[in-house]
């Protein structure tokens, strides 16, 4: 049996994995809270255009932490300075757009990453790549990984946003994995993307088979993880005899 699983990576600037987000929710989040909600950024742009008034926006739906959105709407009223006429429809949207555009992309070496991804390949102890718990003492940390791919990715939303964004997945296949194994090679992976490991770092990670020597706060969160597939070979399916319980 092979299991198979799916990590998926924007490129960009990101911090997520270590606790810090761009973004938290829809709602506004008050001055002195380090991350913003959509709303706080939202405001941010209207306020650039300098109006005369105070800029408070409505949000008309909220969704549950860590529900995506594809499309929401929001109201507010903005009186320009000096008696001006106000924007018509096509220069606000425009220049809300130019307040809102994106954040600067940074680029990923994939080239590192898929070096470092051909480290993982093969039979190892990964006792380095696994989280502790009530198991460990009884799970053998030598895996054989027959696949660690690196590929650029469709994600659904380029199905409702025409931007040049792009998505990297990361594909693991196993027969099985220890506990938290693919989301600690995924997180070692990113930071070499990111220039924040070495693909040697990589190596020695491995070579220490010490789950203590990972990283603090390096490991990739949940998000994003998809058990893609679960393949028998034909062994696995043979009828269970009653022979099979006496032998």
């Known amino acids: 049996m092979n299991n198979q699983m799916r990590k998926t990576d924007r490129e960009r600037q990101t911090e997520r994995g270590r606790g810090i987000e ?3 929710g829809v709602m506004k989040a008050p001055p002195h809270h380090a991350v913003k909600g959509v709303q ?6 209207v306020r650039s255009l300098k109006p005369e008034n105070e800029i408070s926006l409505s949000i008309s739906s909220r969704t549950d932490t860590g529900v995506h959105a594809l499309g929401n709407s929001a109201h507010f009223d903005l009186q320009r300075q000096n008696g001006k006429p106000p924007f018509s429809e096509e220069v606000l949207v425009d220049a809300l757009n130019f307040h809102l555009r994106p954040e600067p992309i940074s680029d990923l070496d994939v080239g590192a990453m898929r ?3 051909a480290l993982l390949v093969g039979t190892h102890n990964f006792s380095s790549f696994r989280a502790l718990n009530s198991e460990t003492p009884f ?4 895996k054989t990984l027959d696949k660690a791919g690196l590929e650029l990715g469709d994600a659904f939303v380029h199905r409702h946003f025409h931007r040049d964004i792009q998505f990297w997945e990361l594909t ?3 027969r099985s ?3 938290k194994q693919v989301r600690r090679m995924t997180g070692a992976l990113v ?3 990111q220039g924040q490991m070495s693909v040697s770092g990589v190596k020695e990670l491995l070579e220490a088979q010490d789950s203590q020597a990972y990283p603090h706060n390096l490991t990739s969160p949940p998000e994003g993880l998809f058990l893609t597939r ?4 034909r062994s696995d399916l043979q009828p269970y005899t009653q022979e099979d319980s006496q032998s």
């Open 230 to 233: 679960v393949e028998y070979h």
């Open 40 to 45: 706080n950024y939202l405001e941010d742009a």
């Open 191 to 193: 930071a070499v993307g």
């Open 115 to 117: 070096d470092a991804a």
């Open 172 to 174: 693991f296949k196993s």
């Open 177 to 179: 994995f220890l506990y």
């Open 139 to 142: 799970k053998d940390p030598v």
């Open 22 to 24: 761009r973004l938290r």
